[in-house]
């Protein structure tokens, strides 16, 4: 069974600009979490989607927003880029939304913001 | 509001000796706490989970729920162990859905 994929790998992009980073989750699952992984900062989590609607949010500013498409495949988006954008971003799948579901991680999309 | 400390970013032991890596939470209700692990360049992936109560690779991690603490643990330490590890707690499903919080992690290092 594929893991998670996450295109791009990695990004280079100017400050001002937006980006849009994209999650498949395993098949069949049918929750997406993304997560802003920095050395500052640590782990932390931006939003989690469920059959196509967005279910949490983490506390980040309205730049930061994503979907969920009907086949579960998932895309963020950063618009107005700031140097603090530069991070790991991780996309993580579970078969439903809820912690009795393990989650899988993804390989990560390497953002730097210059 | 939840919360998730690892107080030691790095932790060095030797081949063979005992290793314990601290977690300490705090939620208002009743948690679930992880532990995830990352192999130099691997993805993060679940070690284990409290509710389980399983022992993953020698690893075992027991919920106090007094001290509010989820240490994990492993008699024999392996240089194969040698990652990053993150505590990690998840909240009532109807509140938090499938969120994980994460500590900030401890590099464990098994020297030869």
């Known amino acids: 069974k594929a893991g998670v994929t996450q295109t791009p790998r990695y990004l280079i992009k100017t400050r001002g600009q937006q980006v849009t980073l994209s999650c498949s989750p395993i098949?069949?699952?049918?929750?997406v979490s993304w997560y802003q992984q920095t050395p500052g900062q640590g782990l932390q989590f931006l939003f989690e989607?469920?059959?196509?609607?967005?279910?949490n949010k983490g506390n980040f500013p309205g730049r930061f927003s994503g979907r969920q498409f009907s086949n579960s495949r998932s895309e963020m988006n950063v618009s107005t880029l700031e140097l603090g954008d530069s991070a790991l971003y991780l996309c993580?799948?579970?078969?439903?939304?809820?912690?009795?579901?393990?989650?899988?991680f993804g390989p990560g999309t390497r953002l730097t913001v210059t | 509001a939840q919360r998730v400390t690892q107080p030691e970013k790095l932790l060095s032991v030797f081949k063979g000796a005992p290793v314990e890596l601290k977690c300490n939470y705090s939620?208002?209700?009743?948690?679930?706490l992880f532990w995830y692990v990352q192999y130099s360049r691997q993805r993060l992936q679940l070690l284990l989970r409290h509710i389980s109560r399983e022992s993953i690779k020698g690893f075992t991690a027991d919920l106090n729920k007094g001290e509010t603490s989820f240490h994990l643990k492993k008699p024999f330490a392996q240089e194969e162990d040698s990652a990053m590890y993150y505590c990690?707690?998840?909240?009532?499903?109807?509140?938090?859905?499938?969120?994980?919080?994460f500590g900030e992690g401890t590099q464990l290092t098994v020297n030869p």
């Open positions: 993580a799948s579970s078969l439903y939304e809820g912690r009795d579901y393990e989650q899988y």
């Open positions: 098949s069949g699952h049918r929750s």
């Open positions: 990690a707690l998840s909240g009532r499903r109807e509140t938090s859905g499938s969120r994980l919080t």
């Open positions: 939620y208002s209700g009743s948690p679930e």
């Open positions: 989607y469920f059959s196509e609607t967005q279910r």
